[in-house]
Nanobody, 121 residues
Framework: QVQLVESGGGLVQPGGSLRLSCAAS????????MGWYRQAPGKERESVAS???????NYADSVKGRFNISRDNAKNTVYLQMNSLKPEDTAVYYC???????????????WGQGTQVTVSS
């Protein structure tokens, strides 16, 4: 079983930066992928960025060139560096991990509690 703890959200002005962190703990055997989703009021949850166990990354077009996803395998932690933030980036950001954990033989999806990011003057 995996528990995810997110941190780093907050209020920032347009053009500013924030760094989100998501630490996985519990009976983790292996993590195959980690990523970030976000959900703004009145909108569906959308994928923002992801990174696989092989190191390949993927970004939503709206954040490409501004956000960077990275990981620290020794700490089972994924980061999202957000630069040049815009008001439209305002949302609750959720960490997602695909992992084999506990007694399971297969990959399972795990979600963080969400952290609020607000970009406003």
């Amino acid at each position: 079983q995996v528990q995810l703890v997110e941190s780093g959200g907050g209020l920032v002005q347009p053009g500013g930066s924030l760094r989100l962190s998501c630490a996985a703990s519990g009976s983790v055997f292996s993590i195959y992928a980690m990523g970030w989703y976000r959900q703004a009021p009145g909108k569906e949850r959308e994928s923002v960025a992801s990174i696989t166990n092989g190191g390949s990354t993927n970004y939503a077009d709206s954040v490409k060139g501004r956000f960077n996803i990275s990981r620290d395998n020794a700490k089972n932690t994924v980061y999202l560096q957000m630069n040049s933030l815009k008001p439209e980036d305002t949302a609750v950001y959720y960490c997602n991990v695909v992992a084999v954990a506990g007694w399971s033989r297969y990959n399972n999806n795990y979600w963080g509690q969400g952290t609020q990011v607000t970009v406003s003057s």
